[in-house]
């Protein structure tokens, strides 16, 4: 690596730093480029050379915490037992336990999705296509098994589960809640929503 990709990359790992401590204590939308720039101790416009947007800088944090959860997800998967919502429920576990231990960056990752000024190479929650496929792939699953109806839209499904799975996060913005009352909300949710595609007899 030259100098100056060495550099360049230093900055990078500087700003990341810097915004994902920013997005956990201020979050998403109080956070500026220029304050990153600043807790970096860089300039607003060596932030612009690498990143295109806040946006951007939240999603590649995010991008690169996310990356030991979904191995963790990929090693344990294959391995879950039980009706499809029983599956689904150890998954979404696994991730609540993971985002737990940094609830408020979650939190602004979630917020990111409803920022309307978001390039379309972003990647707030909802917009991950990893997690949408292993959940995608779980019901498919499960219609090969037979407890999910195979005229359900599979796109459909994950929206709605991924959209419970981030409104149960109110609970920890609202009453500081932890990984495991989440999960038992978001069990109660699942179950639901699984009843709306099973199988008809």
């Known amino acids: 690596m030259s100098v100056r990709q060495s550099q360049k990359e230093a900055t990078r790992k500087r700003v990341l730093d810097a915004a994902r401590d920013l997005f956990e204590t201020r ?5 500026t480029v220029r304050e990153i720039a600043r807790v970096a101790e860089v300039s607003v416009g060596s932030v612009f050379t690498t990143f295109s947007s806040k946006g951007d800088i939240l999603s590649q944090v995010m991008a690169d915490r996310l990356d030991a959860l979904y191995a963790e997800l990929d090693r344990v998967v294959p391995h879950l037992r039980g009706s499809t919502a029983d599956r689904l429920r150890s998954m979404f576990a696994i991730h609540y336990a993971f985002e737990t231990r940094r ?14 000024t978001l390039e379309p190479a972003s990647r707030p929650f909802g917009r991950n296509p990893h997690l949408r496929q292993v959940v995608k792939d779980c019901l498919a699953d499960g219609v090969t098994r037979g407890d999910v109806d195979p005229t359900t839209d599979l796109d459909i499904a994950v929206d709605t589960l991924m959209a419970s799975y981030a409104w149960t996060y109110r609970l920890a913005a609202w009453n500081d809640s932890d990984a495991e009352a989440m999960s038992a909300v978001f069990d109660r949710h699942i179950g639901l929503i699984c009843q709306g595609f099973a199988p008809r007899p």
Do not use: R, S
Not at 103 to 116: E, P, S
């Open 27 to 31: 979050g998403y939308e109080e956070t």
């Open 103 to 116: 609830t408020k960056l979650f939190l602004a990752h979630i917020a990111a999705a409803y920022d309307w």
